[in-house]
C-alpha cells in the first residue's frame, strides 16, 4: 500500500501536498495557532471543574458551554471557520474520553498509566480539520491546474496524484516542516457484484512500451522512465566499480566516494519510484474506466526479479508488480477481475496457430508455419489473454476452448495484424494517448 493512502476500516485517508502561497501560508498557520489555543482554553476550563469536583460529569453540552463562553471571551476565535472550531471540541472530547477510559481501565486493574488530557504546544498542534464536505472545500480545475479552496483561506494548488474514491468526509490541513498537506478522509467504495465478461483485453509488458493491449493499443514508456533507466544503468556501474575497491583495502576517499555513489542510486530510484507511481495511477484508473471486464496479465517471478542483474529490466519489473497491484485493487471493487496467468513462452508463442519458436531481439513476430506477422508485444498480449480464457472455460467445466478473439477498436483483426506499426501511429495520434503517458 502507498504511504500516501491509509486504512482506517472503512475509510481512507488521501494526502496530496498542497501549495500555499506566502498569504495563504500566515491564514493556515494564524488558524493552527488560533485551534490551539482553543483547545487550551477549553481543557483549561475542564480542568478547573475537575480539580473543583473529580466526580463532575462533564458531557457534550458541557462542552459547548465552554467553547460558547471561550468565543465570548476571545472573539479571535470567530475567525476559525465553524467547522473547524467544531473539531478542536471532538479532539478534546476524545482526549477527555480517553482519559476516562483509562482510569476505569485502572481502577479494574489493567497496568496503564493516567494522565489529564494535556495542553497543546504549537508544535504538537500543526493540523486543523474541515469535518464535513459540506462547501467549506472543494477541488477546482484551473485549466490543467488542479486547485484546492478553502473557505475563508482561499486557493492553492494541490498535487492531486490520484483520484478520491469514496465520499469525502473531513479535509485536515497539515504542516509538515515547511510543507503543507491536504489530507482528505473518504469512506470506502463497496466491491460491486461481479460484471458480465464481455470485453475482456490481455496486457503485456512490453519491451519498448509500458504495456501493451491485445486488441493493439499501445502505451509508450515515459519519457522520464528511460532517463532515470539511463541514469541508474550509470551510477550502477559506478557502483560496482566501486565496490569492487572494498575487497581491496580501500582508501577513506575511496569508501566516502562509495556512499556517495550509493546515496546518489538511492535518490534517483526514489525519483522513479514517485514519478512512475503517478503514471501508474493514471493509467490503470484510465483501463478500468475503458470498457473492458477484466484483464489478463503475466504473473511475475519474484525469484527472477532479484536475480536479474539488468537495471531497466529490475525497475520495469518492480514498477510493473506495483501496476498490477493498482490496477487489481480498481478494477476488483469495479467487479472485475484481474486474472494473472503462467507466462511461459507468451513470446516465442503465435497467438494465430500456436506454434513455438525462439524469438531474439525483433520487434516482429513472423510466424514459419502460419507466417502470422504481428508485433511481438501484441502477439504475446493476445497469447496472455487466450491463457486467461482457457483457464477460464475449464474452471466453468465447459467443454470447448475457444480462442478468443479480440475485439478491439481496430476495424478487423486481420489489419491489425499485418500492420502493426501503422496501426499503432494512427491510435497514437486518434487518442493522443500514447505522448500523454
Ligand atoms: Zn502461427
Redesign the pocket.
Known sequence: MNADIKNMGDMRAYKFRIYPDAKRQEEIDKRMVLAQQLYNKMLEKVKTEYTKDKNSKINKSTLNRYMKDAVSENKEFLKLYSQTRQDVFIRLQKAYSNFFRRCREKREGKKVKVGFPRFKSIERYKSITYPQDNGAFSIEKERKTNMLRVSCIGRMKIELHRPIDGKTKTMTIKKEGKEYYAIFAAEQIISLPKIEDTNPVGIDMGVNNFVVLSNGKMIQKPKFFKKREKRIAKLQRILARRTKWEVQQISKLQSKRRNKAKLHLQKEWNGVTNQSNDFMQNLSTKLVNTGYTSFAVEKLQIQNMVKNHNRAQSIQNASWNRFINMLSYKAESAGMEVIRVNPQYTSMT?S????IKKIGEERTYI?D????RMDRDINASINILNRAREGHSRSHAQGDIRQYVPTGDASSVEELRTYPETFRESFIKASGEASDF
Open positions: 503465435c494465430n496457430c500456436g506454434g510466424c508455419k502460419c507466417g502470422l
